[in-house]
């Protein structure tokens, strides 16, 4: 696939993506249940990962070449922001990285007794929450006010939902099942890892709500939205998070 810069094209290309994302998470839902291994799972994390690195988050923008403007002009600021924006993100995710190697060294290959119906249902909803907030940037680069708005309200109602889902459910049903016993070591990971992960998803929330209100006000046009892109990029990226999350939580390793 390529960038393509009309509107319908890049609709379209968010649904080729998400298609595939789609089919990944079944495919490897599926592997863990009947033919669990630790290399397959982890290349199809990547591969989902890259899709929504480069198709959902742009990362390729970063290489784009010097317009030739001054430094005052909006594409020079723009680029810089974007730059900047992924150095944080690449700072972030060594604590996210840090956590997973601590998942892996600790626990070994077993792993916490979870929900695994729910664990795919929460991550569908992070996958579809993703896919929309695709839709919301590419509208209003486009011009379409109306899709942007529809997009990040939808985005945002998911991204509830899968905060619900955790730390409401989830929580609750480790619990009862007695996930965590005497405050043991899996508990501290399980929590750590889940709890780290929900509260940047809170986070993502509220910059989303922000940029949804200064959208409503006519702040974003065509030629400039880079708050709607910043927040697309941070959105994804905590999508990014669950995609290596989630199998290390739910589907990696036998429970104890």
């Known amino acids: 696939m390529t960038h393509t810069p009309d509107k319908k094209s890049a609709l379209n290309q968010g649904v080729v993506v998400f298609i595939y994302l789609a089919v990944l998470t079944a495919l490897e839902f599926a592997l863990a249940l009947f033919l669990p291994n630790v290399v397959l799972l982890g290349v199809v994390a990547l591969v989902k990962a890259a899709l929504v690195a480069y198709y959902y988050m742009h990362i390729y923008k970063l290489n784009r070449e010097d317009s030739g403007e001054g430094h005052d002009s909006l594409a020079y600021k723009i680029g810089t922001n974007r730059l900047g924006l992924w150095l944080f993100l690449l700072s972030d995710s060594f604590v996210f990285g840090g956590l997973l190697i601590s998942r892996f060294n600790l626990l070994g290959m077993t792993r916490p007794h979870l929900n695994q119906y729910l664990g795919f249902g929460v991550t569908a909803i992070l996958l579809i929450s993703s896919f929309f907030m695709n839709r919301a940037e590419t509208s209003i680069a486009h011009g379409d006010k109306k899709g942007f708005q529809t997009g990040i309200i939808i985005t945002m109602l998911l991204g509830l939902g899968f905060v619900v889902g955790v730390v409401g459910l989830e ?78 939580l739910y589907l990696i390793g036998s429970t104890p």
């Open 171 to 248: 929580w609750q049903l480790a619990k009862i099942e007695e996930v965590i016993v005497n405050k043991d070591v899996v508990g501290g990971i399980f929590y750590m890892m889940t709890g780290m992960h929900a509260f940047h998803v809170l986070t993502g929330l509220i910059f989303l709500f922000l940029v949804w209100r200064n959208g409503r006000r006519g702040y974003f046009t065509a030629e400039n939205h880079w708050g709607v892109e910043a927040a697309a990029v941070y959105w994804h990226f905590v999508d990014v998070v669950w995609i290596f999350f989630y199998p290390a």
